[in-house]
Nanobody, 115 residues
Framework: VQLVESGGGLVQPGGSLSVSCAAS????????MNWYRQAPGVERESVAT????????YYTDSVKGRFTISRDNVKNTVHLQMNSLKPEDTAVYYC?????????WGQGTQVTVSS
């Protein structure tokens, strides 16, 4: 299993950014996918989850209405569109999946929200 994030970067408060994750090594369309984030000195937290078909989606309360998770089961990718970004969204964002009870993580991509 391999997860490779891309995107991220520096954006001003109120701006938008998108991060993507390319997955390989497993049957992508059979598994839910997750985005997590970790800010310095803070525990890693779940941000959004999308079911294998995309029919069910979960967001943590702090990003509801601002972030959108989506997936492409042909291209084996999962995306996180982030709008109305706030300084408190600054973190390393990680793609995650659980395949046969084992958790896999990407290397992470930095998102910094600052003026």
């Amino acid at each position: 299993v391999q997860l490779v994030e891309s995107g991220g970067g520096l954006v001003q408060p109120g701006g938008s950014l998108s991060v993507s994750c390319a997955a390989s090594g497993f049957t992508f369309s059979s598994y839910a996918m997750n985005w997590y984030r970790q800010a310095p000195g803070v525990e890693r937290e779940s941000v959004a989850t999308i079911s294998s078909s995309g029919a069910s989606i979960y967001y943590t309360d702090s990003v509801k209405g601002r972030f959108t998770i989506s997936r492409d089961n042909v291209k084996n990718t999962v995306h996180l569109q982030m709008n109305s970004l706030k300084p408190e969204d600054t973190a390393v964002y990680y793609c995650n999946c659980r395949v046969k009870v084992k958790a896999y993580w990407g290397q992470g991509t930095q998102v910094t929200v600052s003026s």
